[in-house]
């Protein structure tokens, strides 16, 4: 068992190393990545059902939802992005392409025009992530915003939350994260290669 300190370090290592496997694929490579998500992704139940769905626009090398995104407006669904409020968490605000971004302290691009939508009310969450295990663990940039976000599903009825998909590169998955106590399990993982439910 590791101690808090190894565990941090251990988390900092696999964060640098899978940073750097995604930002090395090519611009065609990220692209097709994108594209056979989006394959993944229109063809599932969750997205199907949601009408209500929050996502992220590409950083850092990760997998690219704006094909996802594309087709969901296409489909009528209210898409959101999420922006940083106080406490360390997020708040989700109306997007459509074309709307006016603004950047937010990290330099990452957020509606300028704020039209909210409770945590709580979204169908559907598609989450940004560094690396994932088959159970359900989730490892992010290390800002806990996610985590804290959704601290709230622990303790309320599963029915009443949102599904919290992760979005990655296939070569993001590892064989096991070590959790925290505050860290938040996924419902599903979903890659260019594929759709993986969390038992």
Known sequence: MSTPQQLIQQKRQLRQQLRKKRRALSLRQQQLAGRQLAKVINLSFTFLKAQHIALYLANDGEIDPQYILKKAVKAGKHCYLPVLIADGKLGFSRYKPGDILTPNRFGIPEPKQRIWRPAKALDLVLMPLVGFDRHGGRLGMGGGFYDKTFEWIKTQP????????????????????ELESWDIPLSAVATDKGFLSIK
Do not use: K
């Open 158 to 177: 599963i029915l009443s939350a949102p599904t919290l998909l992760g979005l990655a590169h296939s070569c993001q998955e590892v064989d096991r994260l």
